[in-house]
């Protein structure tokens, strides 16, 4: 099974400020999804295939990584980007998801 | 408009054996996969399994013992059941769209299964 480390657990951001969340995978990946949820509901798509937009997300958002490491990007932090986020590699069965970060504004 | 939505019983005891149906609509579970993923209470994610648009399962390995989906096409239903459920098991249980491309589009709003000893 491919485990997959998130970092930071947790943190928070001022308006503004640019945000880096980090995926490492314990062994090679082809591709990274990641998944945004806010409290009480279910995660929502956010960037497929490392990094691919989902259709609606802001394009402050990027992704990006190859291999063993993967990242999610924010070029400016708002404050409706406050959420949990994780990552999902399906490239190896099962498929697993990182232990989430969650994001606060400051 | 494509929705899914769990339903099942929201406490079960140790022991026994939980049943979850998925009711999807909007799309044709013969065109897409379906997966069943788990939360718990910590908030981490576990991918349970799927069914594919073709009718074959694949199966987390720690869960594969224990757990089965199916489905019925004519109720667009996609159905788990999971024995020997212990305490836990307890977690929000989801099932979600998976297109060809393997991204997992839509989710349901879940369900909170609770296992009691």
């Known amino acids: 099974e491919i485990v997959l480390t998130q970092s930071p657990t947790t943190m928070a951001a001022s308006p503004g400020e640019k945000v880096t969340i980090t995926c490492r995978a314990s062994s090679s990946v082809s591709y990274m999804d990641w998944f945004q949820q806010k409290s009480g509901t279910s995660p929502k798509p956010w960037i497929y295939?490392?990094?691919k937009l989902v259709s609606g997300v802001p394009d402050r958002f990027s992704g990006s990584g190859s291999g063993t490491s993967y990242s999610l990007t924010i070029s400016s932090m708002e404050a409706e980007d406050a959420a949990t986020h994780y990552c999902?590699?399906?490239?190896?069965?099962?498929?697993?998801f990182g232990s989430g970060t969650k994001l606060e504004i400051k | 408009q494509v929705q899914l939505k769990e339903s099942g019983p929201g406490l079960v005891q140790a022991s026994e054996t939980l049943s979850l149906t998925c009711t999807v609509s909007g799309f044709s579970l013969t065109t897409y996969h379906v997966s069943w993923v788990r939360q718990f209470p910590g908030k981490g994610l576990e991918w349970m399994g799927r069914?594919?648009?073709?009718?074959?399962?694949d199966y987390n390995s720690a869960l594969k013992s224990r757990l089965s989906i199916s489905r019925d096409t004519s109720k667009s239903q996609v159905l788990l059941k999971m024995n020997s459920l212990q305490t836990e098991d307890t977690a929000f249980y989801y099932c979600?769209?998976?297109?060809?491309?393997?991204?997992?589009?839509?989710w349901g709003q879940g369900v909170m299964v609770t296992v009691s000893s």
């Open positions: 999902l590699q399906r490239s190896s069965y099962p498929l697993t």
């Open positions: 979600a769209r998976v297109t060809t491309v393997a991204l997992f589009d839509y």
């Open positions: 295939d490392t990094s």
């Open positions: 069914i594919r648009s073709g009718g074959n399962t």
